[in-house]
């Protein structure tokens, strides 16, 4: 169904109409009025935008792959985010060198551009001053080699440091239960990338033992119980446990301030008793 025009291109029409239908040139006229009606009464919607180029939606999703420049920290979390990015561009395998046995020549000159673009995507996610380092390294291998020898290594040090992270951490009364039983969670996690795994039972354990001093009989309540609890269940039970404290203080500051407002006011609905006048005889 063609789209009506609006007020003012209705207006614009009528006074080109008006304009055309002059009697000197009536055969045009008709020709001249079909054309522009057909133009204005037939306007088609544009396709979706991710239908009109595909293309740019894979490269969005490149783009959205494409870590930070790593600056020498944290060398874990950014090769793993490089290695989804280098496979996604289908790049990753020069990694693992070039294939053994006889390969084609045109095998042979498909590896080499995929090194070459290996090489500058890697040199492109690294600082400058690293990038100063290795942009001499035109293999692949020797590259990705190099930057895991080179940094890997510093995970040791990272490890000892979570690990004293996870004995020290203790919650307090004045944050969320729940958020700081979280933060222990993905201390436990960031351990177990670094190949130091700790059972869930123990995570779920020590979250208990670190509970704050309001919490002590909930805490005392949980070691009772026999069976292995998982963190995903403790804490969603840390949470209804929080949100049923929440409501008893809201409903305990409610009852407080209407006590407060009957003390204030203490003859607010009863009746001021009186003697009867005396009479005089």
């Not at 959205?64 to 020498?72: E, N």
């Not at 177990?192 to 979250?207: M, S, T, W, Y």
């Not at 292995?228 to 403790?234: H, M």
Request: glycine letters at 6%; proline letters at 6%.
């Amino acid at each position: 169904m063609g789209r009506l025009p609006s007020k003012s291109g209705g207006v614009a029409y009528r006074r080109l109409q008006c304009r055309l239908l002059r009697p000197d040139i009536p055969v045009v006229n008709n020709v001249v009025i079909n054309n522009v009606t057909a133009v204005m009464s037939s306007a088609t919607p544009p396709p979706p935008p991710d239908r009109q180029f595909p293309e740019l939606t894979m490269a969005g999703f490149a783009y959205a792959l494409r870590p930070d420049k790593f600056t020498g920290v944290h060398f874990k979390r950014w090769q793993i985010k490089a290695t989804l990015w280098l496979t996604h561009l289908k790049v990753f395998e020069v990694s693992n060198s070039l294939p053994g046995g006889t390969i084609s020549d045109q095998d042979q000159n498909k590896f080499k551009e995929n090194n070459t673009l290996f090489v500058g995507c890697v040199l492109s996610i690294l600082a400058d001053r690293l990038c100063d380092v290795y942009m001499h390294i035109v293999d692949g291998k020797e590259l990705w080699d190099a930057l895991n020898s080179k940094f890997g290594a510093t995970n040791a040090g990272s490890e000892l440091y979570i690990m004293e992270s996870f004995h020290d951490i203790r919650m307090v009364n004045n944050r969320s239960v729940v958020e700081q039983a979280h933060e222990i969670q993905c201390i436990a996690k960031e351990l177990e990338v670094l190949k130091c795994a700790l059972p869930d039972n123990f995570v779920a354990r020590g979250i208990i033992a670190k509970l704050p001093p309001s919490w002590r009989n909930f805490a005392i309540t949980l070691k009772h119980k026999r069976q292995e609890i998982s963190v995903e269940n403790l804490i969603a039970s840390l949470d209804v446990e929080e949100k049923a404290r929440a409501k008893d203080a809201t409903e305990k500051g409610e009852g407080h301030s209407s006590a407060n407002m009957v003390q204030k006011n203490p003859t607010i609905g009863t009746k001021e008793i009186t003697s009867p006048p005396s009479i005089s005889l």
